[in-house]
């Protein structure tokens, strides 16, 4: 995701022009930030939270003030840590199967009570509802499968030792300790408790860094996961700026799990290695999508809207970069224009919506900056490139450009918004080469008919995860499969085995039994190594690996 930018523009000049998509009208008896995030709400979800100060959250549909909240000195980070320690033995030494149990029920309370966090992850984010809804899905998939396939993925391995029979070796996985967790404002559920499940069924505690402004959805995944059986101590939340508290979080974590920018990534990398801990990072994105010859425009149009738009473009694995064949430039531009008009915005808790808003000034002066950049040096706009503060103060349009060309900062640099760029190819070879053209490689799409074609492309993409006939939901979703960036998109991965495996330490436990690995029954060095010799010749022949 994008750093905070200084501002070279405002929200005013786009507004001038006259905005196209029609608004959702907001349900009867809907509710509101104040019927959701009640003082008793924000007392409950607190609950624990060490923060001897107080700050504060908003809501990005009103821009007002959402919630106060408990704020976090170094010395109570390093408190949390200290609790976080003193509870993770007792955890580790909890059979796998009841560790897993608790995710289980997770899943479970997760989707039953739905609605609450719905509402949350709207009034911290902006999104709408449908969007909103990927997060419970993806947290429900990442708890059933590590809940089901945990013991397998920890289980001890038997492995043939260095002499066959005589040496017995296990590979055991010994959990690294306390993770520090720091984590985005854009998806607050599924990147933060999405990544702490895998954490703490392999036996670690948790002291997690959310993102202020959506500490309300941590927290309440939190509750939930004490409710389902989660020892509280062993999940600890701190919350306060992240260049005051990130770093001693960093400072104090046995490994490191962030998500969020590449250059903070950066920071964060340089700080585990002086302390020779490992780290996962999952960064930024400036992602492309192919649509080819022979794809079915339609569908392909359909798809772009969700690859281009969903949480209004704030998503590391969205689309920003569309490659169409000049076969169907046309055909495409024309159906993927009338979607993108025809896209309702809305900033109600409910569903209707096709789009909410950004999440703040921040967000809405870059996307406002690169896109007037862009016009102002010879970009077309074919949709969208309107603020609309008839809705909401950070509600701006889905937009399409045509004509970017260097050295405008669309072209290259992540904007984090609504925004997606076109670009015309005749050679399908020129746009696999252009797409790779980036320093980021986390996410990419491509659109044929032809499967063995689409997974030959692919396979040139250098992009942690490449989505055929979709734009991103497939290879996320996939949990058994690892999901993360190349280049400067991060190290690491997250779900399948890699996710959790990442949390722990690989030790090898090597029993030597009825003759040392040295000279013995009378031999001498010289017999003993002729000896080895003959031994390590016969294990070749025999396919011993």
């Known amino acids: 995701m994008t750093d905070s930018q200084a501002p070279s523009t ?19 008896g809907a509710r509101t930030a104040a019927d959701v995030v009640t003082p008793e709400v924000i007392a409950r979800l607190t609950r624990g939270v060490v923060g001897s100060g107080r700050t504060a959250s908003h809501a990005p549909f009103t821009g007002g003030r959402l919630a106060e909240l408990p704020e976090s000195t170094p010395e109570d980070v390093e408190t949390a840590f200290a609790r976080a320690r003193a509870a993770q033995p007792a955890w580790a030494a909890t059979p796998v199967a009841t560790r897993a149990t608790v995710l289980l029920r997770f899943h479970d309370l997760v989707l039953r009570r739905q609605t609450e966090i719905l509402d949350l992850v709207q009034l911290e984010t902006g999104k709408a509802r449908l969007h909103a809804h ?44 306390v993770i520090g967790q720091i984590t985005p404002w854009n998806y607050p559920l599924a990147l933060s408790v999405g990544d702490a499940l895998p954490a703490f069924v392999s036996g670690n505690a948790v002291v997690m860094k959310p993102d202020t402004e959506t500490a309300l959805t941590a927290l309440w995944a939190r509750e939930l996961l004490i409710e389902a059986g989660l020892p509280a101590e062993v999940f600890q939340v701190v919350i306060g700026d992240g260049p005051v508290v990130g770093p001693e979080v960093v400072a104090r974590a046995d490994y490191v799990s962030f998500t969020g920018s590449t250059r903070t990534g950066r920071d964060v990398a340089q700080r585990a290695a002086a ?7 999952e960064l930024g994105g400036k992602n492309p999508m192919l649509v080819l010859a022979d794809a079915d425009v339609e569908k392909a149009a359909a798809g772009a809207v969700r690859a281009c738009f969903s949480s209004a473009g704030q998503l590391c694995i969205s689309i920003e970069r569309l490659y169409v064949h000049e076969s169907v430039a046309d055909a495409f531009v024309e159906r993927f224009a009338a979607r993108t008009r025809a896209m309702r915005l809305g900033a109600s808790l409910a569903y209707g919506a096709d789009m909410g808003c950004l999440a703040g000034e921040r967000q809405l002066e870059t996307v406002v900056r ?22 909401g103060p950070h509600f701006y349009e889905p937009t399409i450009l045509d004509h970017v060309q260097e050295p405008m900062a669309v072209c290259t640099q992540e904007t984090f918004g609504p925004v997606v760029s076109l670009y015309r190819f005749t050679d399908e070879e020129d746009a696999v080469a252009a797409a790779n053209a980036t320093p980021y490689g986390l996410n990419a799409s491509v659109w044929t008919k032809d499967a063995r074609r689409g997974r030959a492309v692919a396979a040139r ?10 734009g991103y939901a497939p290879a996320y979703g996939s949990v058994r499969s690892p999901m993360g960036g190349m280049k400067d998109s991060g190290l690491g991965r997250r779900h399948g ?21 040295a000279p013995s029954f009378g031999m001498d060095d010289e017999k003993y190594t002729a000896f080895m010799s003959r031994a390590l010749q016969a294990m070749k022949t025999f396919r011993l690996r």
């Open 10 to 28: 405002t929200a005013a000049a786009s507004a001038a022009r006259a905005g196209t998509n029609p608004v959702a009208a907001a349900p009867a």
């Open 134 to 177: 990927e997060e419970v899905q993806g947290v429900a998939v990442t708890a059933r499968h590590y809940g089901r396939q945990a013991a397998a993925y920890l289980r001890p391995k038997r492995h043939t030792g260095v002499v066959p029979v005589l040496t017995k070796v296990t590979e055991l996985r010994q959990p690294r300790g």
């Open 275 to 281: 302390r020779l801990i490992g780290v996962s990072l």
């Open 370 to 391: 690169h896109v007037d950049e862009a016009v102002e040096k010879g970009a077309t706009l074919v949709a969208g490139g309107v603020a609309r503060p008839d809705i």
């Open 461 to 470: 993409l250098r992009a942690g995860t490449v989505n055929i006939n979709e």
């Open 497 to 517: 085995s890699e996710g959790i495996l990442r949390y722990t330490e690989a030790q090898t436990v090597a029993h030597q039994r009825l003759i040392p690995l």
